[in-house]
């Protein structure tokens, strides 16, 4: 007996595809359908077209504004920290760490105060060379921790400068004050029994060598980078007049007094802004020849 054919809804196959298909070379030439994709589709229909293709979803405003955002946020932290390097190389003096923070020259200064003041009893060249060398020594530690300003960031205009520097302020002074900065320059170093010739060749050690290499790594190196100029000028002042007034014999001539107070705070004010102005390296050639030139020069001269 037959079976009766089957009624009702078609199968899902017929639903999805018609009974008679297009020929083979039909189905290349026919463009592909577009089908939406969206989250409802059901996978087995999408499986069922071969040819349609999908269209992308398109993107979330809120998350691309986001994302957008999250790049400019990049992009503007990346142009923050080139602009701090950059500050950095041209003002080192601002961007200190702060373990070199805490090596505050000042406490070092202190120190040396006291200990010229307790040294001043005894012979004029032992004291300074103790005392010339606890300066020098503090100044070389600071220049070593990265707090003091490099001697390579300078260039031959700036050697130049400080050489032309130092002539101008002692040339005149030798012109017009000579007599009396050899009277100064006796004071000063000499000692009694000691030859003119060795005394002579001990002061030019001492000033061509030994102070400005101890002042310039202090004063103008350490001191002036973390406290300014004009606080390293009166310090640098104190300290010359503390340095050498114990051994000039200076009590009944008050004005003589003065006028060397005067001079050696010109000294230190014009040598820290020749550092300001043109680096450390040039403030030390500065101090250098103008040393020469008041100090040693008119005891050869005059």
């Not at 992009?75 to 200190?96: C, N, Q, R, V």
């Not at 921790?145 to 002692?170: H, K």
């Amino acid at each position: 007996m037959k079976r009766p054919e089957r009624q009702g809804p078609p199968h899902d196959d017929q639903m999805a595809w018609p009974i008679s298909q297009p020929p083979a070379d039909e189905i290349g030439e026919t463009e592909p359908e577009i089908v939406e994709a969206t989250v409802e589709a059901k996978p087995s229909l999408l499986s069922r077209i071969p040819h349609a293709i999908l269209r992308p979803m398109q993107p979330d405003p809120l998350l691309q504004e986001i994302e957008t955002g999250d790049e400019e946020e990049f992009e503007t932290d990346e142009l923050a920290e080139d602009a701090e390097e950059i500050e950095a190389e041209e003002h080192p003096s601002l961007f200190i760490n702060p373990f070199q923070r805490e090596v505050d020259p000042v406490f070092a200064y202190m120190v040396i105060i006291a200990l010229s003041i307790g040294l001043s009893p005894i012979d004029a060249s032992i004291r300074y060379v103790a005392l010339w060398a606890a300066l020098g020594g503090a100044g070389l530690v600071t220049y070593i921790l990265g707090t003091s300003q490099r001697l390579s960031d300078t260039s031959v205009e700036n050697l130049r400068a400080g050489l032309l520097f130092g002539l101008v302020i002692g040339i005149p002074f030798v012109i017009l004050f000579g007599s009396a900065l050899q009277t100064v320059s006796d004071r000063m170093f000499n000692e009694r029994g000691v030859p003119a010739n060795l005394m002579n060749t001990w002061v030019f050690m001492a000033v061509c060598f030994v102070m400005p290499a101890a002042d310039s790594l202090f004063f103008r190196g350490a001191m002036q980078e973390l406290r300014g100029p004009i606080v390293s000028g009166i310090l640098g002042t104190i300290w010359s007049v503390i340095l050498f007034f114990p051994h000039m014999e200076l009590g009944n001539a008050s004005g003589v007094a003065f006028v060397m107070v005067i001079v050696f705070a010109l000294l230190n004010f014009l040598y820290g802004y020749l550092r300001y102005r043109n680096g450390l390296a040039a403030a030390w050639i500065s101090q250098i020849v103008s040393g020469i030139c008041l100090w040693f020069l008119p005891r050869l001269i005059f």
